[in-house]
Antibody, heavy 121, light 105 residues
Framework: EMQLLESGGGLVQPGGSLRLSCAAS????????MSWVRQAPGKGLEWVSG????????YYADSVKGRFTISRDNSLSTVYLQINGLAAGDTAVYYC???????????????WGQGTKVTVS | IFLTQSPDTLSLSPGEGATLSCRAS???????VAWYQQKRGQAPRLLIY???SRAPGIPDRFSGSGSGTDFKLTISRLEPEDFAVYYC????????FGQGTKVEI
């Protein structure tokens, strides 16, 4: 069974930093692009960042560019999201997601983790 | 690309059909549109990708259609477990989600 398990969330003061982790299992991690999607309390979904299968390509929403850094370690089947300069607007559940197709194919997110909660206060 | 979903809320009864709309701010040159279902307290689940392809395990009462700027998710006969929030997403030009449509009893 394909699974994604996020960790690293918590309560952080404004201006602080966090590193979120997402451990993957049940599929060939190194062959799939990965993304992070967040959801503020009571709000909709917002894509924040993505990374190619090899890690050579990284992509960010304008709202987080310059503060978020996505990376991956294919030997550990783990993707990370480093978040700096946290503000109240970053309070959300952060979901890790897997791209449906392998390699560089553009595709939807077919596997989602259960999310890790980040509270900035 | 911005996505606008309508209506914001759809109030229906089990057994009825539902049509959810998603309009893009400009024409999508590809059919890179997906639909997700999210129940309270759960992660989203992929229903439809490439505008009209059902994800594995998704019942055939769910169908997607559309091209250009207008896309639709149709649920032919609502089951009790279908009452949830539905999001459209485009993944052809970066990634964006619509604001969601709540399907309530």
């Amino acid at each position: 069974e394909m699974q994604l398990l996020e960790s690293g969330g918590g309560l952080v003061q404004p201006g602080g930093s966090l590193r979120l982790s997402c451990a993957a299992s049940g599929f060939s991690f190194k062959n799939h692009a990965m993304s992070w999607v967040r959801q503020a309390p009571g709000k909709g979904l917002e894509w924040v960042s993505g990374i190619s299968d090899t890690g050579s390509g990284t992509y960010y929403a304008d709202s987080v560019k310059g503060r978020f850094t996505i990376s991956r370690d294919n030997s550990l089947s783990t993707v990370y999201l480093q978040i700096n300069g946290l503000a109240a607007g970053d309070t959300a559940v952060y979901y890790c997601t897997k791209s449906r197709s392998p390699r560089g194919s553009v595709d939807a997110f077919d596997v989602w983790g259960q999310g890790t909660k980040v509270t900035v206060s | 690309i911005f996505l606008t979903q309508s209506p914001d809320t759809l109030s229906l009864s089990p057994g009825e059909g539902a049509t959810l709309s998603c309009r893009a701010s400009r024409s999508l040159s590809t059919t890179y549109v997906a639909w997700y279902q999210q129940k309270r307290g759960q992660a989203p689940r992929l229903l439809i990708y490439a505008a009209s392809s059902r994800a594995p395990g998704i019942p055939d009462r769910f169908s997607g259609s559309g091209s250009g700027t207008d896309f639709k998710l149709t649920i032919s006969r609502l089951e009790p477990e279908d009452f949830a929030v539905y999001y459209c997403q485009q993944y052809g030009d970066s990634r964006t989600f619509g604001q969601g449509t709540k399907v309530e009893i």
